[in-house]
């Protein structure tokens, strides 16, 4: 992608910039770890792991391990949360369709390589990392990107004061935006 921009006339090569939205909050650092040649990154919001078993361990109380489906009360408390939690529900059908996973058991398999543990610091372009202060699902998580970043990084917390706390910021967009393009702005435009 960097090597077609770079052949556009319209475009100016020293200023290129990724943003990664949602599961892009995980997709665009990886990338940029591996593309020096990016002027920019922003993680909104940021994403150090989607290894759905360790979501799934932080769900149940049990931040920083791995979840053992191997047990039967894991498949039960999985589906008690299914159950009363729509955004739950949503986020494992929706990653089992994106992952082509035919169980929970399989999402967890297929999402383990998912991490920016030892990648994330290999990032040297300047990052943005977003947090939307009420994302449960993904809590903890932008922080464990911004602590693993070694080059110049900026930490931009959303809040419920800004009604922008939930996940990506829904409800602020155009609040989210200004924020994230002045910042933007100003990596770009520094001299």
Same mark, same amino acid.
């Given at each position: 992608m960097v090597d077609y921009l770079m052949k556009r006339p319209e475009v100016i090569s020293d200023k290129i910039a990724l943003m990664g939205i949602s599961l892009g909050g995980y997709l665009a650092p990886r990338a940029a770890a591996y593309e020096h040649r990016l002027a920019a990154c922003i993680a909104n919001d940021g994403l150090f792991s989607f290894q759905v078993g360790t979501i799934a361990a932080g769900l149940s109380g049990k931040a920083g391990g791995k979840f053992d489906l191997s047990l039967p009360e894991s498949e039960d408390f999985i589906s008690s949360i299914m159950a009363k939690d729509t955004?739950?529900?949503?986020?494992? /059908?929706?990653?089992? &369709?994106? &992952?082509? $996973? $035919?169980?929970?058991? /399989?999402?967890?398999?297929?999402?383990?390589?998912?991490?920016?543990?030892?990648? #994330?610091?290999?990032?040297? %372009?300047?990052?943005?990392?977003? @947090?939307? @202060? +009420?994302?449960? =699902?993904? =809590?903890?998580?932008?922080?464990?990107? *911004?602590?693993?970043?070694?080059?110049?990084?900026? *930490?931009?917390? &959303?809040? #419920? @004061?800004?009604? =922008? /706390? /939930? +996940? %990506?910021? &829904?409800? =602020?967009?155009?609040? #989210?935006?200004?924020?994230?393009?002045?910042?933007?702005?100003?990596?770009l435009n520094r001299d």
């Open positions: 955004g739950i529900r949503w986020g494992i /059908e929706n990653g089992q &369709f994106t &992952f082509s $996973a $035919a169980n929970l058991e /399989e999402l967890v398999h297929k999402t383990e390589p998912f991490t920016l543990e030892g990648v #994330a610091e290999q990032i040297q %372009c300047p990052v943005l990392v977003c @947090e939307a @202060e +009420h994302d449960h =699902a993904f =809590a903890g998580q932008p922080e464990r990107l *911004y602590n693993a970043l070694k080059g110049p990084k900026t *930490y931009m917390k &959303f809040t #419920a @004061e800004d009604s =922008a /706390e /939930e +996940h %990506c910021h &829904f409800g =602020a967009l155009k609040l #989210a935006n200004h924020r994230i393009f002045t910042w933007l702005d100003q990596v």
